[in-house]
């Protein structure tokens, strides 16, 4: 059979859930308890739940692509679709079974509603015809009631949800109003390990000038010293040029006398 392959994906995902709901059938013949049995019930009937769901899906897609189709592929198509709904009631009437067994004897109506064509479970509709119009309007208004609670306690959940929601709104805010704090002191920090490194740097290079000041003045004295000391042990050496300031030592004087004749 040809399909689309959203057609195809959704066959698939309709014939895995039947698969589930075979094997689920067949676990529940080797139960003994009967919680256990009304709890795996209940997956089972949220199978066929979903089961119904891709089907009304499956029905939408072969409406949408019937202009596209020939008429002989949405003919086996429709067919697929009808087989896969009696498959559906076969769980459902199956379904019926262990409820009755298990002493439930309410049974929830799986009325496909996707067009005027499309057949609705068998049981479902001998229960329901057998049932007074007293009966129906009771059960109706049982329906009802618990739809209601299920909206108030769906309300409770949402009121719940925004409050929480409000709270952690609240939260985040601060934490984002602490995080920009905390970002902009570690820009000041930043900023002034910033301007300390500079200041480090200068202080070093103003440090390192001194000393080089310092060397060639101590450079400087000792030439000067050394020039003095020289100067001063050999006063003739002229190589050596007088010291501006320093006066050139005196020359050694001679004693005249007269000798007596």
């Known amino acids: 059979m040809e399909m689309s392959p959203q057609l195809e994906q959704i066959h698939d995902e309709i014939?895995?859930?039947?698969?589930?709901?075979?094997?689920?059938?067949?676990?529940?013949?080797?139960?003994?308890?009967?919680?256990?049995?009304?709890?795996?019930l209940e997956e089972l009937t949220g199978r066929m739940r979903e089961c119904k769901r891709l089907i009304k899906e499956f029905d939408r897609e072969i409406k949408d692509e019937e202009n596209k189709n020939p008429a002989e592929v949405t003919k086996h198509l429709n067919d697929e679709k009808q087989s896969m709904i009696k498959e559906l009631n076969?769980?459902?009437?199956?379904?019926?079974?262990?409820?009755?067994?298990?002493?439930?004897?309410?049974?929830?109506?799986?009325?496909?509603?996707?067009?005027?064509?499309?057949?609705?479970?068998?049981?479902?509709?001998?229960?329901?015809?057998?049932?007074?119009?007293?009966?129906?309007?009771?059960?109706?208004?049982?329906?009802?009631?618990?739809?209601?609670?299920?909206?108030?306690?769906?309300?409770?959940?949402?009121?719940?949800?925004?409050?929480?929601?409000?709270?952690?709104?609240?939260?985040?805010?601060?934490q984002t109003e602490q995080m920009g704090r905390i970002v902009n002191e570690l820009d000041t920090i930043q900023f002034s390990i910033k301007k300390a490194s500079q200041l480090v740097k200068e202080i070093g290079r103003r440090v390192a000038t001194d000393k080089c000041i310092m060397l060639f003045l101590f450079l400087i004295v000792c030439g000067v010293i050394a020039i003095i000391v020289v100067k001063i042990v050999n006063p003739h050496n002229k190589d050596i040029r007088d010291i501006p300031g320093l006066a050139p030592p005196a020359p050694s004087r001679r004693l005249l006398y007269l000798r007596d004749w």
């Open 15 to 40: 014939k895995d859930n039947f698969r589930a709901l075979s094997n689920g059938f067949q676990r529940l013949d080797k139960i003994k308890d009967s919680n256990r049995q009304s709890k795996q």
């Open 90 to 174: 076969s769980y459902v009437a199956l379904r019926k079974t262990y409820m009755n067994t298990l002493g439930n004897k309410r049974v929830e109506l799986f009325d496909m509603g996707a067009g005027a064509s499309e057949p609705i479970a068998e049981e479902n509709v001998q229960m329901a015809s057998a049932m007074s119009n007293q009966e129906l309007i009771d059960a109706g208004k049982k329906t009802m009631d618990e739809t209601d609670q299920v909206i108030e306690r769906s309300k409770k959940v949402v009121e719940q949800t925004i409050e929480v929601g409000t709270q952690t709104a609240v939260t985040l805010k601060g």
